[in-house]
Every structure is written in structure tokens, then in C-alpha cells.
């Protein structure tokens, strides 16, 4: 009897499931640069199963597209952000689509440094703004304030 | 042993059972009431609408199922209101010219109440569901009716994946309440 309770209340936990479980995950693998030369920052993204977010292009200007924010540094020349191949999502009963992401992907920011920048790590704040939905809901837009960790040699 | 096996079996089907038909307890209830302002400027109240039927949908310009349905709506509007049906748009947690600007696409000739802290979204949030989402998202996208009396008589949360958005099923109700009349 204990056995089938248990069974039971595993059963009704994971029908309710997800409770403060975040739609979108980042993490940034430490970045390294060298002076005076090119390089790039990868962003590793991952949407909580059965969410999707849109696409950094929208086909509808008043979407909330999925953009990066890298706070400028002096002495870091940031380049455009690459976003992946988006898929698309049919919107059931019409004939539109949606382009998004879901699942795990990767954003790549280049960048350049000056010359004659001083050595050492270097922390960027930066921010990804999303709008998610899944199945049966769509997510107010959101923003993730975190730190991309660089080191210049 | 048998009989608790069965007893576990159906307290399981009634819980999922009842997650299935999570905005549906709210039927025959009456509807929370508020007074809005719209983007024209009026103020609009619910319980000013006794006598009428209502239709209401909850939005928001970023929201792509949202923009989907509104020109069904707009035809849904034009079709019905002659019938004693009015239709309100409850645009959540925007600022008012993002929204008139954003709607003007649609030229809806009924008003856009603007929900500005989300308290009215949030007030028709279904107790218990999607508990993970702040409660003034989870009726975004959604569409009810309300009757003369101000009772809920048609609830549909969205659901993606059998989306409605021709309001097929909101027209289908909306006939057949009008025929009980």
C-alpha cells in the first residue's frame, strides 16, 4: 500500500512539475583573446524543453526578438552576434510561421582588441532578452543579466 | 489488495483527469469584475455589460497567437454585434501607445481595455494551473464568454498544438447560446 502511495504522489509531483525551473539557461565557456588579434566569444543557450523562443530576425516587427547585449569596453571591439539557423513553427490554423529557436544553441559574438590592451581577465556584463512560448502559454519577454568571463593574453 | 490497486488507479485517472479539464471548472461561475480604461480613452466596466454577452480576449502585442486570431475577432465583432454581443480585447502589462501603435494593423472596431498592472489577467488566471508562470501570464491568449448574467460560459486557454484560431469554437458557443435565448 505504502508502495502505491508513493507511486501516486510521483505521479501527481510530476504532472506539476517545472516550478522555478528557468525557460532559458546560459553559459559562457571562458573566452580568451590576444592582443591586437580576432577572436570570439560562443554563448552556449539552452530552452527548456517544449519552449521555443523567437528568432533574433522576426517576421513581425511588434515579436520580441532574441538579442544579446555586450556592455562596450574601451578596449574590446565587439562585433555583430551570430544566431543559429532558425527552425520554424507552424502556427496551427493559419497559414504563417514563426521562426525560432528551441533546444540547445550557440551565439557567437567576435571581437578584437586594441594593441596595446592590458593583459589579464576581464569581465563583460552582457544580457539576452527572449520571448518564450511553449504548448500552452506564452511567457512575458525576459531578460538574463550575466557575465561573459575573458582573458586577454 | 485488488480493491486498493483499484482505488489508486482511479484517484490517478481523476487527478489527470482533472488537469486535462483545468479551465473548465470555471464554467458557470461568475466572471472576476473590473473597470478598464481603453485606448479611445473611455473607461469600461463589466458590470455595465449585464444584458449583454461578452466576449473577451487576453493579449499582448509580442503575443504571436494573439495577433494571429485578432482579425477573427474583428470579423467575429462585425458578424455578431447585432446580436447583443460585445467583444473587448484585454491588452496585459503594455504601455498605451505600444499598443495603439501595434493594433492599428488590425483596425478593431471594438475597444482594447489596457490591463496595465496585470491584476484583471491575473484575477482570471484558473486556480492551480500552469503554477510555474506568474498568474497574469497564463490567461494571455485566451478566450471566454460571458453571459448576460456575467457567468463564464466558455473558457479556452491556449493550446498550441490544436490552435484555434479562427475561434471555431468560441463562434460554435456563441451560436448555441444565442439559440437558448
Given at each position: 500500500?505504502?508502495?502505491?502511495?508513493?507511486?501516486?504522489?510521483?505521479?501527481?509531483?510530476?504532472?506539476?512539475?517545472?516550478?522555478?525551473?528557468?525557460?532559458?539557461?546560459?553559459?559562457?565557456?571562458?573566452?580568451?583573446?590576444?592582443?591586437?588579434?580576432?577572436?570570439?566569444?560562443?554563448?552556449?543557450?539552452?530552452?527548456?524543453?517544449?519552449?521555443?523562443?523567437?528568432?533574433?530576425?522576426?517576421?513581425?516587427?511588434?515579436?520580441?526578438?532574441?538579442?544579446?547585449?555586450?556592455?562596450?569596453?574601451?578596449?574590446?571591439?565587439?562585433?555583430?552576434?551570430?544566431?543559429?539557423?532558425?527552425?520554424?513553427?507552424?502556427?496551427?490554423?493559419?497559414?504563417?510561421?514563426?521562426?525560432?529557436?528551441?533546444?540547445?544553441?550557440?551565439?557567437?559574438?567576435?571581437?578584437?582588441?586594441?594593441?596595446?590592451?592590458k593583459k589579464g581577465k576581464y569581465n563583460l556584463q552582457a544580457r539576452l532578452r527572449y520571448q518564450a512560448c511553449d504548448f500552452k502559454s506564452c511567457l512575458f519577454p525576459k531578460t538574463i543579466e550575466f557575465i561573459i568571463p575573458l582573458t586577454i593574453m | 489488495m485488488r480493491y486498493r490497486i483499484m482505488l489508486i488507479?482511479?484517484?490517478?485517472?481523476?487527478?489527470?483527469?482533472?488537469?486535462?479539464?483545468?479551465?473548465?471548472?470555471?464554467?458557470?461561475?461568475?466572471?472576476?469584475?473590473?473597470?478598464?480604461?481603453?485606448?479611445?480613452?473611455?473607461?469600461?466596466?463589466?458590470?455595465?455589460?449585464?444584458?449583454?454577452?461578452?466576449?473577451?480576449?487576453?493579449?499582448?502585442?509580442?503575443?504571436?497567437?494573439?495577433?494571429?486570431?485578432?482579425?477573427?475577432?474583428?470579423?467575429?465583432?462585425?458578424?455578431?454585434?447585432?446580436?447583443?454581443?460585445?467583444?473587448?480585447?484585454?491588452?496585459?502589462?503594455?504601455?498605451?501607445?505600444?499598443?495603439?501603435?501595434?493594433?492599428?494593423?488590425?483596425?478593431?472596431?471594438?475597444?482594447?481595455?489596457?490591463?496595465?498592472?496585470?491584476?484583471?489577467?491575473?484575477?482570471?488566471?484558473?486556480?492551480?494551473?500552469?503554477?510555474?508562470?506568474?498568474?497574469?501570464?497564463?490567461?494571455?491568449?485566451?478566450?471566454?464568454?460571458?453571459?448576460?448574467?456575467?457567468?463564464?460560459?466558455?473558457?479556452?486557454?491556449?493550446?498550441?498544438?490544436?490552435?484555434?484560431?479562427?475561434?471555431?469554437?468560441?463562434?460554435?458557443?456563441?451560436?448555441?447560446?444565442?439559440?437558448?435565448?
Open positions: 500500500m505504502t508502495l502505491l502511495l508513493v507511486i501516486f504522489f510521483a505521479v501527481v509531483g510530476s504532472l506539476n512539475r517545472g516550478i522555478s525551473e528557468p525557460i532559458v539557461k546560459i553559459s559562457v565557456p571562458d573566452a580568451t583573446g590576444y592582443a591586437g588579434k580576432s577572436s570570439r566569444i560562443i554563448l552556449d543557450v539552452e530552452v527548456k524543453e517544449g519552449y521555443h523562443i523567437q528568432a533574433n530576425k522576426v517576421k513581425d516587427e511588434f515579436l520580441v526578438p532574441t538579442t544579446v547585449d555586450v556592455a562596450t569596453d574601451k578596449n574590446i571591439e565587439l562585433g555583430k552576434p551570430s544566431f543559429p539557423v532558425t527552425k520554424e513553427f507552424k502556427l496551427e490554423g493559419t497559414n504563417d510561421f514563426l521562426d525560432v529557436y528551441d533546444g540547445n544553441f550557440q551565439i557567437t559574438i567576435p571581437f578584437k582588441t586594441q594593441r596595446g590592451v | 488507479i482511479v484517484l490517478l485517472l481523476s487527478v489527470m483527469f482533472s488537469i486535462g479539464q483545468e479551465d473548465q471548472y470555471l464554467i458557470g461561475r461568475p466572471a472576476a469584475t473590473f473597470t478598464l480604461k481603453a485606448i479611445d480613452g473611455k473607461s469600461y466596466s463589466l458590470a455595465e455589460m449585464k444584458g449583454t454577452y461578452v466576449v473577451l480576449h487576453f493579449a499582448a502585442t509580442w503575443c504571436p497567437f494573439c495577433n494571429a486570431e485578432a482579425p477573427h475577432l474583428e470579423e467575429l465583432y462585425k458578424n455578431y454585434r447585432d446580436k447583443n454581443i460585445q467583444v473587448f480585447i484585454v491588452d496585459v502589462k503594455e504601455d498605451k501607445d505600444l499598443v495603439e501603435k501595434s493594433l492599428a494593423r488590425f483596425k478593431f472596431s471594438f475597444p482594447v481595455l489596457l490591463d496595465a498592472d496585470g491584476a484583471v489577467s491575473a484575477s482570471y488566471a484558473p486556480e492551480g494551473v500552469q503554477p510555474d508562470l506568474a498568474r497574469d501570464e497564463v490567461p494571455l491568449a485566451s478566450n471566454l464568454i460571458l453571459d448576460k448574467e456575467g457567468k463564464i460560459r466558455f473558457y479556452s486557454l491556449l493550446n498550441s498544438a490544436n490552435f484555434d484560431a479562427k475561434l471555431t469554437q468560441l463562434k460554435q458557443k456563441l451560436d448555441e447560446l444565442l439559440q437558448m435565448k
